[in-house]
């Protein structure tokens, strides 16, 4: 779909108060995404699954205002408690979406929030966040709207909106797995949005299980923001965007066959390319702690001596994701238990699994 089919024309006025609530969950990208361009648009296709548990709760009651003013009149809480500095990243969020919700401007919008997963986890609270809040806006949108509204285009129009408040957000629209990026095996997939591949996924990849290992607490060294522009000027950008390329086409493949030590091999590729990317950028970050790379030798051995399909990933930070298939939990656990859990922040870790997509609450 094209950027002018984003934009709403033809919308009627609602005079009282309506509002809208959903729940939307975190995802984790398996073929990651690192390096944007100015519109938001990914430099490389990404692929991640949805998760379950870790899910922001959002809602919105939009009333209308007397004066249309050019700027999205809001008010942001947490858990019912006013939150002004979660005001800079919405504001900007609601000046790049204007022009394709202009409506929005004839509302003040009362947006309450909150995550399930603690503030202080060190989890990226962005892709459900902005996800949850894209969902609101939509459901405001189809009430509203004139035109012809199919399912497919709310949820589609919704992971457009996501992606520019948080490029990974767009992943979180559908359940399971997902493609975010324009590549040649996918078909219809986009810069622009996030598409659910599910169709293709074998049952060896059904209910895949990611248990959250919490190393360190604290809020990112570098923001996301700031992370993607070191790929600007990276000496290995380039072979960055066609190895992920690349990898996107190989992870297609083992999805489909259900090949889940070629899964394990892959996604740990992924996770090392990224961190070393932060690490060979200009300036430098190594985000990995001790503990980190404890837990990642246990892993490996762990997989080596057992036989059993786990792997690890990480996203710009020290924690790190456990993937592995439902039917070996209970040996996983156990083993996250007596061998990793000492690496873990407090011992704190969390267990996840890829969930069916936001639910309209
Ligand atoms: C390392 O989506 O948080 O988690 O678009 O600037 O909001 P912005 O970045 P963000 O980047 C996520 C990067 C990653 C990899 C991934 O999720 O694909």
Redesign the pocket.
């Known amino acids: 779909m094209e950027l002018e089919g984003f934009v709403s024309k033809s919308y009627r006025d609602h005079d009282d108060p309506l509002k809208f609530s959903w729940s939307s969950p975190s995802?984790?990208?398996l073929?990651?995404?690192?390096g944007?361009n100015k519109d938001?648009t990914p430099r490389n296709s990404?692929i991640?699954f949805t998760l379950s548990s870790c899910n922001t709760k959002t809602s919105i009651v939009f009333s209308k205002i007397e004066k249309q003013i050019d700027a999205v009149n809001f008010t942001i809480s947490y858990d019912g408690n006013i939150k002004n500095d979660f005001r800079p990243k919405i504001e900007k969020y609601f000046a790049s979406i204007i022009k394709y919700c202009p409506y929005l401007l004839n509302y003040n919008l009362e947006i309450n929030t909150k995550n399930t997963f603690p503030h202080s986890s060190g989890i990226?609270s962005?892709?459900s966040g902005?996800s949850a809040l894209s969902l609101c806006i939509m459901s405001f949108e189809k009430e509203i709207s004139e035109e012809q509204f199919s399912t497919d285009f709310f949820f589609l129009k919704a992971s457009f909106l996501s992606r520019i408040?948080?490029?990974?957000?767009c992943?979180s629209i559908y359940g399971g797995f997902n493609i975010w990026g324009k590549h040649k095996d996918f078909e219809q997939s986009s810069d622009l949005y996030s598409l659910p591949i599910n169709q293709s996924i074998a049952q060896e990849f059904q209910k895949f299980q990611d248990t959250i290992l919490i190393v360190d607490e604290n809020q990112k060294d570098v923001?996301?923001?700031a992370?993607?522009s070191l790929m600007d000027n990276h000496p290995f950008s380039m072979d960055r965007y066609e190895i992920a390329y690349k990898n996107t086409s190989a992870l297609k493949i083992i999805l489909e066959k259900g090949d889940l030590f070629a899964f394990c091999e892959l996604v740990e590729k992924e996770a090392m390319m990224?961190h070393s990317l932060m690490m060979t950028s200009h300036p430098s970050y190594i985000l990995m702690k001790p503990e980190t790379l404890e837990i990642i030798d246990e892993i490996k051995s762990f997989r080596n001596v057992n036989k059993v399909p786990v792997c690890f990933t990480l996203?710009?930070g020290a924690n790190v994701h456990v993937l592995y298939p439902e039917k070996y939990s209970k040996s996983v656990l156990e083993f996250i238990i007596s061998k990793l859990s000492k690496y873990c922040f407090q011992g704190k870790f969390i267990t996840d699994h890829a969930g069916k997509g936001p639910k309209k609450i």
Request: hydrophobic share 35%; aromatic share 6%; glycine share 10%.
């Open positions: 995802n984790i990208a073929i990651k995404y690192w944007k938001q990404s991640s990226a962005s892709a902005m408040g948080s490029g990974s957000a992943r923001s996301s923001s992370g993607h990224l996203d710009a």
